[in-house]
Nanobody
Framework: QVQLVESGGGLVQAGGSLRLSCAAS????????MGWFRQAPGKEREFVAA????????YYTDSVKGRFTLSRDNAKNTVYLQMNSLEPEDTAVYYC??????????????????WGQGTQVTVSS
């Protein structure tokens, strides 16, 4: 069982920045691909970004490219999502996810096995 805990969400003005963190339990964190998803009211859960096991590859959805940066520190069992130039459209609950069965970093929810509880990000205009 992998437990994931997100933190760092909050209220920010448009154009501002937030840094989300996801802390994972266990001793095998470096074996997992990691992803971030978000869900706004009335919408499906949406892929945001993913990172390979050692952090050498990242993949972002088009709407956040150039604004968000995903990184990981395997020594700390933690992944980070740095969000800059935030827009009201970024408002959502953000979820951290771990994939345990492969190395592919993809956008589908069924490619990830464990999920955190989510952290709210609200961007005001």
């Amino acid at each position: 069982q992998v437990q994931l805990v997100e933190s760092g969400g909050g209220l920010v003005q448009a154009g501002g920045s937030l840094r989300l963190s996801c802390a994972a339990s266990g001793r095998t964190f470096s074996r997992y691909t990691m992803g971030w998803f978000r869900q706004a009211p009335g919408k499906e859960r949406e892929f945001v970004a993913a990172i390979s096991r050692l952090g050498g590859s990242t993949y972002y959805t088009d709407s956040v490219k150039g604004r968000f940066t995903l990184s990981r520190d395997n020594a700390k069992n933690t992944v980070y999502l740095q969000m800059n130039s935030l827009e009201p459209e970024d408002t959502a609950v953000y979820y951290c996810a771990a994939g345990t069965s492969g190395t592919y970093i993809g956008p589908r929810t069924d490619q990830y096995d464990y999920w955190g509880q989510g952290t709210q990000v609200t961007v005001s205009s």
